[in-house]
């Protein structure tokens, strides 16, 4: 049997095993913990990396609608004045130009406006009463009442350009939010990353250099 003065300072064959053993749990714990954080950070920033991409991919989507409705409404404009010119030279054109018109005022590119995210609401108010305006002047032009028609139709125009210029101005402010986002995403991906790479060598590279050195160290007989 081997007794406790076979070793140094008296320990014994058992409790250099247990040591041992409890090194090793030690390492493989810390190991597996490093490695878990590691692994959640990553997971993180692939995450955030997903929410930021599609928030930029929903903005540039409602600009490209934006465009669509700005050149629809652009169009309302001319076709007022066209049933103007219907209503005193062709009015049996009057009632085709009526129905292209309200195909125009209720196309989908404009009722979307409703049901997009970060529309401002001057936008939304500014169709509403542009529908209820137009209300007014269809009934002149279906009554044929070229004088009302005339009279209303400068300041109706003057509506669809007010409807126009804040539908323009929302698309600057949507196309301004998505350059801030994006700007602040890169940003903020690149302090997490940066982060993860800090503490990756931190908890990783730095010790395994560390042991590396060591073992050097072993080998030479420099125990010091």
């Given amino acids: 049997m081997l007794s406790s003065s076979s070793y140094p300072n008296g320990e014994s064959l058992c409790s250099r095993t247990l040591a041992t053993h409890l090194d090793r749990y030690s390492m493989v714990k810390i190991k597996h913990s490093v490695s878990t954080r590691i692994a959640n950070y990553l997971i993180v920033i692939i995450i955030f990396v997903g ?26 404009r001319m076709q007022s004045y066209r049933l103007l010119y219907d209503m005193e030279h062709q009015p049996e054109l ?5 129905q292209q018109y309200r195909e125009t005022l ?7 406006i409703h049901h997009q995210f970060f529309v401002s609401e001057d936008v939304k108010s500014s169709y ?22 005339q009279r209303d139709i400068a300041d109706y125009v003057a509506q669809v350009d007010q409807f126009v210029s804040a539908l323009q101005y929302s698309a600057e402010q ?28 931190k908890a990783v590279v730095r010790p395994l250099e ?7 160290q072993v080998q030479m007989g420099q125990f010091k």
């Fill in 210 to 216: 560390q042991l590396t050195q060591a073992s050097i």
């Fill in 128 to 149: 509403d009463n542009l529908i209820m305006r137009w209300e007014k002047m269809e009934s002149f032009a279906q009554q044929k009442n070229f004088v009302e028609y």
């Fill in 51 to 76: 929410v930021i991409a599609s928030l930029s991919f929903t903005l540039m989507a409602g600009n490209r609608s934006y465009a669509e409705a700005i050149n629809v409404s652009g169009s309302l």
């Fill in 106 to 112: 209720y196309s989908q590119s404009l009722q979307n």
């Fill in 94 to 98: 009057v009632e085709k130009g009526l």
């Fill in 174 to 201: 949507r196309w301004i939010l998505a350059v801030w986002v994006i700007a602040l995403s890169l940003l903020l991906i690149f302090v997490m990353v940066s982060y993860v790479n800090w503490y990756t060598r």
